[in-house]
């Protein structure tokens, strides 16, 4: 019933930015949470950012604090992810997901394809 769609990968050197965006569409994005999860080679996804519907409530992994910033617009159905000052540790795959909220992935029912974010050293 929601299709994502993410955007805005590509390789950055380290210490570059990158902003990600996420367009939803089927249903009104209001009614969920919003996140970003990652996937790095041979590791297990994980939990990078979320924001509550309204966008009342964010919260980061603490990897991320402080350099990564999500945001949605409920008028274009979208939400973002800036990410600022870059690592190497942060070259994944990343992925827009909708659902419930929270950082454990079972909270999310609707998922991006993934967008690869590369950064080198």
């Known amino acids: 019933q929601v299709q994502l769609v993410e955007s805005g990968g590509g390789l950055v050197q380290a210490g570059g930015s990158l902003r990600l965006s996420c367009a939803a569409s089927?249903?009104?994005?209001?009614?969920?949470?919003m996140a970003w999860f990652r996937q790095a080679p041979g590791k297990e996804r994980e939990f990078v950012a979320w924001?509550?519907?309204?966008?009342?409530?964010?919260d980061y992994r603490d990897s991320v604090q402080g350099r990564f910033t999500i945001s949605r617009d409920n008028a274009k159905n979208t939400v973002a992810l800036q990410m600022n000052s870059l690592t190497f540790e942060d070259t994944a795959v990343y992925y827009c997901?909708?659902?419930?909220?929270?950082?454990?992935?079972?909270?999310?029912?609707?998922w991006g394809q993934g967008t690869q974010v590369t950064v080198s050293s």
């Open positions: 997901a909708a659902g419930l909220g929270g950082t454990q992935r079972a909270a999310y029912h609707y």
């Open positions: 089927g249903r009104t994005t209001t009614t969920y949470a």
């Open positions: 924001i509550t519907p309204s966008g009342s409530h964010i």
